[in-house]
C-alpha cells in the first residue's frame, strides 16, 4: 500500500523577509489541509536552530534554505549550515551535497518582468552535483502572468486564472536531464506574506491563500507517524528521488493520482530507474476525468480524456504525465515526476 501526502514548500518567514512567523504560518498551514510545510528562508536557518523542526498546530514543519545572490537561487533541504552566497553556484550546490543535503534549481527560467525588472533565473546547469528542479513557482508563474499596470491589476483580481504550465524552457531542460541520469523535481510557493491591501482580495499577500495553489505531494511506502525522526525521513527522501507529483490546487484538489510502472511481479514509481524488458506497462490512474498526456523524451506520444491511459511495452526512454482539468477551457492541473526506462 502506498501513502500520499500534500505539502507545501518554499515559504519564507519573519527569519528573511516573509511577514509571519512559524506560529502563524502553522495556523495558515494547519486551515490550508497540508500535512508537511518546508521553509526555505534566505540565506538563514535560524528558524531551525531558534525553533527547529517539528509538528505545529498537528502539521510537519521542515527547514531548510534559499541561497540567494542576485541570481541563481538554490533551495537547499537537510542542511545543517547556509552554504555562502557569495561563492559561484556550482560551489554552493556543491556545500549542501557535502552536506549530506541536497537542492533544487529555484525558479530557473523566471522571466523578467518590465513592472518589476530582476533577473532571478539560473544560468548555467552544467553542476557536478545531482541537483533537482523547482519546475512550478506559484510566484514566479504569477509575476510573469502580466506584462503592464491593466495585467497586473487583472493577475491580482483573478489569480485562479494566471496559473499557467511550468515554463516550457524548464521543462525541456528537465526531460533533456532525465536522459543522463534521475532529476527530482518540486512545486514551490515562495509565500512571502504581507498586508491586506484595503479591500483588494487577499490573494497574493496571504499564506492560506498561497497555500491553496501549488503543492507537491509525496508518495511514500510508510505512513506518517506524527513521530518527527521518521516522518522527516519519509518525506525528504521522497522528495530527494522524486517519488513526488506537482498539484495546482486552484484547479482541484486531487486525493490521489497514481502513475507507475508494473511487470507480473511487482510495480515502480515516479523517481525509480528501471531497465528496460519484455512485458512492462505504465499505468496512470486519476480521480476524475481530465484531459491526461502521456510524455516521453518531452514528446506527447499518448493522450485522452479518461480516467486513466495505460501504455503497453514502452520501449527505453524518460516518461512523464501532465494533466489538464476543464473542457472550455483547460487549466493544468497535475505534473507527475519522471520515471525512467533505460535501454
Ligand atoms: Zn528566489
Ligand atoms: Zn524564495
Redesign the pocket.
Known amino acids: 500500500m502506498l501513502y500520499n501526502y500534500s505539502g507545501v514548500l ?1 515559504i ?1 518567514t519573519k527569519y528573511s523577509d516573509g511577514s509571519a512567523d512559524f506560529k502563524g504560518i502553522a495556523r495558515a498551514a494547519r486551515r490550508s489541509g497540508a500535512k508537511f510545510i518546508i521553509i ?1 528562508d ?1 540565506d538563514t536557518l535560524q528558524g531551525l536552530y531558534k525553533e527547529g523542526e517539528q509538528y505545529l498546530n498537528g502539521v510537519l514543519f521542515l527547514i531548510g534554505s ?1 541561497v ?1 545572490p542576485k541570481r541563481n ?1 538554490f533551495l537547499c533541504y537537510d542542511i545543517r549550515s547556509v552554504p555562502d552566497k557569495h561563492l559561484q553556484p556550482s560551489e554552493y550546490a556543491k556545500d549542501v551535497y557535502n552536506q549530506g543535503g541536497f537542492g533544487f534549481l ?2 530557473p527560467d523566471q522571466k523578467e518582468n518590465p513592472l518589476f525588472p530582476a533577473k532571478m533565473h539560473w544560468e548555467n546547469w552544467d553542476l557536478d552535483v545531482p541537483y533537482g528542479v523547482e519546475l512550478w513557482n506559484y ?1 514566479s508563474q504569477w509575476m510573469g502572468s502580466f506584462r503592464t499596470r491593466r495585467g497586473l491589476l487583472k493577475s491580482f483580481l483573478f489569480p485562479k486564472f494566471c496559473l499557467t504550465p511550468p515554463e516550457s524552457q524548464t521543462l525541456l531542460r528537465w526531460d533533456e536531464l532525465g536522459k543522463t541520469r534521475t532529476v527530482p523535481a518540486i512545486a ?1 510557493v ?1 509565500a ?1 506574506g504581507g498586508r491586506q491591501l484595503g479591500w483588494l482580495p487577499n490573494t497574493l499577500c496571504s499564506y492560506l491563500y498561497q497555500f491553496k495553489t501549488l503543492r507537491t505531494h509525496v508518495v511514500c511506502e510508510n505512513p506518517l507517524k506524527g513521530i518527527l525522526n521518521e516522518d522527516r525521513n519519509t518525506i525528504l527522501s521522497a522528495l530527494k528521488k522524486g517519488c513526488c507529483y506537482l498539484v495546482n490546487h486552484l484547479a482541484g484538489k486531487v486525493e490521489y493520482f497514481s502513475f507507475y510502472l508494473q511487470d507480473n511481479e511487482r510495480h515502480w514509481q515516479m523517481g525509480d530507474e528501471v531497465s528496460h524488458k519484455p512485458g512492462l506497462t505504465l499505468k496512470v490512474k486519476l480521480p476524475v476525468k481530465a484531459h491526461l498526456k502521456i510524455i516521453k523524451d518531452g514528446r506527447i506520444i499518448s493522450q485522452s480524456t479518461s480516467r486513466t491511459l495505460q501504455l503497453t511495452n514502452p520501449g527505453p526512454g524518460v516518461y512523464r504525465v501532465e494533466v489538464y482539468k476543464g473542457k472550455f477551457w483547460p487549466r493544468p492541473w497535475i505534473f507527475s515526476n519522471h520515471i525512467y526506462l533505460r535501454a
Open positions: 518554499h519564507h526555505n534566505h534559499e540567494t537561487h529555484a525558479h510566484f514551490g515562495d512571502h
